[in-house]
């Protein structure tokens, strides 16, 4: 009797019985919720007269979409107008997040300049930019700042090939004319004959020590095999400009104000962000690097360019590729002036017209998570790659 | 007496306003030019600005044929000023909103003040009574006219959901953060699977959730508020960042403090209320409150599914055909807003992360 209840004691006190225990209750809970909720939905939407599955991505769509960089129209799919939405999304988060780390690292160096003036404009910058919404932003730029231009005949220019007005920004098009592609394959090639170079110097200097100017010298190879070849075919390219025809520009490229107010309001607000990044990255090299490059003798920009630099990317990138994911995911507030992206066009105007919600916030939740998981899975191989020997 | 004797300060080219100026805007020639830059960049934006917004302005009306200056029309905002704070709330319960902020200020005032005692109380109070008296009188019962959420709007709203947001999404957050590190597989999977999920997508389509999966997930006639089927992404989202932040603090703990508090016997609950968790939060406490400024700012996105936010409502003000073309006004009145209380935030943040910095 006594070691009956002993034996008891030690079953139930004992650790990963207990474990088992909690997981055995925590996978029950969940797995009653999810059944709750996939019944309830089953029988909600067999009222709703709505059949579950991904048919309707096949189906017509029967609705225009204001920008696409692919082919489409109203009797195009569904799926297309995923496509389209998937294709805005990302190319206003690409324009975006190249301007961010221009502003961005212009600001966070200008924070760490020993000019006091600049320093205090590139605090005020990140302060006020951060500590406000940024939908408030984008609609300022939007409704206050776009919407309120001038119609295109009093058009703002600059040097007669760029213009803006309230229909959007107008910039000049590039033509590729006959024999262009030549030029192309040169590029290429030159591209390819450099990194060899790279590789070459770097393989020479581990042998010898001495050093070879690579980066000037392939420079020097890409731009003059491009103005020769250029020059040689008799310049193919040409620029298309923008024209004033009537009440609007006809030819170039049409930048829809929703682009250029979204692309600018991300860039702006992501940019106040970067330059606490880059900031930190560069404070976080500590003195004693610069102090001991000095006395080995090197000059200061080498001391930048091997010192300072290196040790501060490996601070800066990781965050840094936070900021660009959150920028991507901010460019879903294109809903809200109808810029036509992943959310508007698909969780918005498709969903409004197939009701297959759980199948469409699915699919552009995925988009995201995929984006976001993706991004998380390269910075943990740069984290490892970047690792210092003896490090934690 | 001779010279020697004499303290020899500095030369004169290092002291005062002169020596500041030479070593801070002209300590060589391209610092001096990136200051003259810089000065005719506060030159072009500052002066248009302060006419714009303060000289200019009008101020005194009730129309806006009353704008007559070349500046902002702030009689734009005054004239909407209930709408603004309270939104569509009944004019004749607004009391009701004053009270519950006086309520509010009064406990935070006390908190703030480092001399007074019984704080546990009032933070108690704050809790567990303070939300429970928001609800009846928010809301209306016990003898208080029913005011519907679809009324509710403006910088109330805002607060309403950022304060709501804030308050659970911390406890959700630090289960999650606990469950990701337990040492049992299953718990630990679905917390990680469950934070990353919601970290992973955007808070606009989890709003579209909100609005559009939540009702095909209740059973038939549960049909929820939309001002709750937002709280409740509003919440897990955050609760999720959150997470994170949390998970951090108690990564940064020594080892040694589990391994002591293991040592002296206490269960996993107790070695975690008692030990790890206040000394981690302690530690984490300037990111919990960059969450927060986050949540904050965040709350504006809930006017996409049609709830009259603080920015929703001057967006609608906005479009009122008495006031058109007054967005301006708006956007610079509500940025001044959002700021003041996003700086402030960061600010007490600062205060406190040197007020705990013991110099570790």
């Known amino acids: 009797m006594e070691t009956d209840k002993s034996k008891i004691g030690t079953f139930i006190f004992n650790r990963s019985v207990q474990g088992a225990f909690y997981q055995l209750i925590t996978l029950g809970l969940v797995a009653l919720g999810i059944y709750y909720i996939v019944t309830n939905t089953a029988r909600n939407m067999l009222e709703r007269g709505l059949a579950s599955g991904f048919h309707f991505l096949g189906v017509e769509s029967q609705f225009d979409i204001g920008m696409t960089l692919i082919e489409y129209s109203p009797t195009s799919t569904y799926f297309d107008s995923f496509i389209v939405g998937l294709l805005n999304t990302l190319l206003v988060a690409g324009i975006g997040i190249l301007f961010a780390t221009i502003i961005g690292f212009t600001v966070g160096i200008m924070r760490l300049s020993s000019n006091w003036l600049i320093a205090k404009i590139a605090e005020t910058y990140v302060e006020i930019l951060r500590n406000i919404p940024l939908l408030l932003q984008i609609f300022f730029w939007y409704f206050a700042v776009l919407r309120a231009l001038p119609k295109p005949k009093q058009s703002l220019e600059l040097y007669d090939s760029f213009f803006l007005n309230n229909r959007g920004l107008f910039i000049p098009d590039t033509v590729f004319g006959e024999g262009s592609s030549i030029i192309f394959y040169l590029l290429w090639l030159t591209i390819i004959i450099s990194i060899g170079i790279f590789i070459w110097a770097k393989r020479r200097q581990n042998r010898t020590g001495e050093r070879f100017p690579a980066f000037y010298v392939s420079i020097a190879l890409i731009l ?28 170039g490229v049409k930048l829809i104000p929703e682009l250029v107010a979204l692309t600018f309001a991300l860039a702006m607000y992501t940019a106040s962000f970067i330059a606490e990044v880059v900031r930190g990255g560069i404070m976080a090299v500590s003195k004693g690097q610069t102090e001991a490059a000095k006395s080995v003798g090197l000059k200061q920009n080498l001391i930048l360019r091997l010192i300072i630099i290196p040790q501060a990317l490996r601070v800066i990138v990781p965050p840094l590729t936070n900021q660009y994911l959150n920028l991507t995911k901010n460019s879903s507030l294109a809903a809200a002036i109808a810029y036509p992206d992943l959310v508007l066009v698909f969780a918005g105007t498709a969903l409004m017209q197939t009701g297959q919600a759980i199948e469409i916030i699915g699919m552009v939740m995925g988009v995201y998570l995929f984006l976001s998981l993706f991004t998380s899975l390269i910075m943990n191989l740069f984290n490892r790659f970047m690792k210092v020997d003896g490090e934690r | 007496m001779s010279l020697a004797n004499k303290e020899i300060g500095p030369p004169v080219i290092e002291l005062g306003v002169m020596g500041w100026l030479r070593k801070n805007l002209f300590s060589n020639w391209y610092n001096s030019l990136l200051t003259i830059f810089g000065v005719y960049l506060l030159y072009i934006l500052i002066p248009p600005l302060v006419n714009w917004i303060f000289l200019d302005a009008n101020f005194v009306g009730s129309t806006r044929d009353d704008c007559t200056n070349e500046g902002a029309c702030w009689i734009f905002i005054r004239q909407n000023i209930k709408l603004i704070f309270y939104g ?33 109380w009032v933070g108690a109070f704050l809790l567990i009574i303070f939300p429970i008296i928001c609800v009846i009188m928010l809301s209306g019962g016990l003898g ?32 999650l953060a606990l469950g990701r590190r337990s040492k049992l597989p299953v718990v630990s999977i679905l917390c990680t699977i469950f934070i990353e999920i919601w970290r992973g997508v955007p808070l606009i389509t989890v709003l579209f959730m909100a609005s559009n999966m939540f009702p095909l997930f209740m059973p038939e006639g549960v049909n929820f508020d939309k001002l709750i089927r937002a709280l409740i992404g509003v919440m897990f989202f955050s609760a999720a960042y959150l997470a994170e932040v949390v998970r951090g603090g108690l990564q940064a703990m020594p080892k040694g403090q589990y391994e002591a508090s293991q040592a002296v016997g206490l269960t996993y609950w107790r070695m975690m209320t008692l030990v790890i968790l206040p000394q981690s939060l302690k530690m984490v406490i300037p990111a919990i409150i960059g969450s927060f400024i986050a949540i904050f700012k965040d709350t504006t996105l ?14 609608f003000v906005g479009t009122n055909p008495d006031w058109l073309g007054f967005s301006h006004e708006g956007y610079v009145f509500a940025a001044a807003v959002f700021w003041v209380f996003c700086y402030a935030m960061s600010w007490y943040s600062q205060r406190l992360e040197k007020k705990l910095d013991t110099g570790r």
């Not at chain 1, 003059?224 to 030819?251: D, H, Q, R």
């Not at chain 2, 709330?89 to 005692?117: A, C, D, H, M, Q």
């Not at chain 2, 006017?303 to 001057?314: E, H, P, R, S, T």
């Open chain 1, 224 to 251: 003059g095999t491009f103005l020769i070849s250029l020059a040689a075919t008799g310049f193919p390219v040409s620029f298309e400009y923008p024209e004033l025809k009537g009440f609007n520009f006809k030819g």
């Open chain 2, 88 to 120: 569509l709330y009944p004019t004749e319960e607004l009391w009701r909103i004053n009270f519950v902020y006086l309520i509010l200020f009064i406990s935070g005032v006390y908190l703030l003040i480092p001399e007074l005692k019984y704080k546990g």
């Open chain 2, 144 to 175: 208080l006219e029913a005011v519907e959420t679809r009324l509710w709007g403006g910088l109330f709203l805002t607060l309403v959901i950022a304060g709501v947001g804030i308050v659970l999404s911390l406890p959700i957050g630090v289960m």
């Open chain 2, 302 to 315: 809930v006017l996409v599914i049609g709830l009259f936010d603080f920015l929703g409502i001057i967006q």
